[in-house]
């Protein structure tokens, strides 16, 4: 059941709680940190692609601070095994008895930072795919179950491209919403050098949700009222992807759709909403979409971005 307009009242003044907390360390970066927080909401995975030096990691470690989760690093390498990711069985002695005990691997988490994630070889990639969608690991014949709420927040360098591999389609198809962070504006730059390049202070930040309260304001995500007609937007949105042969080569699936929906839900809670609008489903077409639609060489000739290609389409 949604939560009355009271209720939505006191999840917004939440959410601006978490944001001012965050803030004490993050300098900037309010609609990423938006869009974050939707893919939460959503019981989502998200791509965050920047440059180098944007604090990416920083940001989702404070996250999962201020939300009281467990929170995990992985460092995409080439040489990385799924092995190293989803744990491994190692040989325990045990009252003079040898035996074989699970040791877990870093995927045991909350939230999973995994840094350049298209760094990593494409068996390895494989082994999140099931982590993202089934909430479990198996190794060997047996499967574990993943502790939730679970988030992999991934991260991507769009250059120095050189011994990467490229995430397939049916792995960025996985990741509810493509985050790009971007430069921060130079007044923004000159707080986070002042903050940043003195005697570095220790800021501690409160915890202001914890798993039980994600859950059910997940519960509350997906109960926000919807018109039909904006539904039938949201769905126009995504089957023009699939029509614009001028444009885009592939189209985005159906998961674009219900992606779509899920995100402008959670949006609208975010904001103290409690009901989606026009401008929630506009938001999110770009984090929803620019990771699923490939351009076609003649956008791409013209010098086209899939963000400018989105702006069409929602014009």
């Not at 009281?68 to 390498?77: C, K, P, V, Y």
């Not at 574990?144 to 591999?165: C, H, M, R, S, W």
């Not at 792995?171 to 570095?200: N, W």
């Amino acid at each position: 059941m949604a939560p009355p307009a009271e209720g939505v009242r006191s999840i917004k003044k939440k959410f601006d709680e978490l944001r001012a907390e965050l803030h004490k360390v993050i300098l900037g970066q309010d609609e990423v940190i938006d869009q974050i927080l939707v893919a939460i909401l959503c019981d989502a995975n998200a791509l965050l692609e920047s440059y180098p030096g944007l604090g990416k990691t920083l940001m989702c470690k404070t996250m999962a601070q201020i939300l009281d989760l467990e929170f995990s690093r992985i460092q995409s390498t080439p040489d990385l095994m799924p092995s190293d990711i989803t744990g491994t069985y190692i040989i325990e002695e045990k009252k003079g008895e040898k035996g074989f005990k699970f040791q877990e691997g870093p995927i045991f988490a909350n939230i999973i930072l995994c840094d350049e994630i298209n760094r990593a070889t494409p068996k390895t990639q494989s082994a999140l795919l099931e982590a993202m969608q089934e909430k479990q690991v198996t190794v060997g014949n047996s499967t574990f179950k993943l502790d939730t709420p679970f988030f992999v927040l991934a991260t991507q360098n769009p250059i120095d491209q050189e011994g990467t591999y490229p995430l397939p389609e049916a792995q960025t198809d996985r990741f509810l919403l493509k985050i790009k962070v971007t430069y921060p504006d130079p007044k923004t730059e000159m707080a986070i050098v002042d903050q940043y390049s003195g005697r570095l202070p220790k800021t501690a930040v409160s915890k202001i949700l914890g798993k039980e309260a994600i859950k059910t304001l997940q519960a509350y995500a997906r109960e926000v009222p919807i018109a039909d007609d904006l539904k039938r937007k949201a769905v126009s949105i995504v089957t023009s992807t699939r029509e614009n042969k001028e444009l885009i080569e592939y189209g985005a699936s159906p998961r674009a759709s219900i992606g779509l929906i899920l995100a402008a839900r959670a949006r609208a809670l975010l904001n103290g909403r409690s009901f989606v609008a026009t401008e929630d489903i506009k938001a999110m077409a770009y984090p929803v979409l620019r990771h699923r639609i490939i351009l076609s060489f003649k956008a791409e000739r013209d010098g086209k971005t899939t963000d400018d290609v989105i702006t069409q389409l929602l014009k």
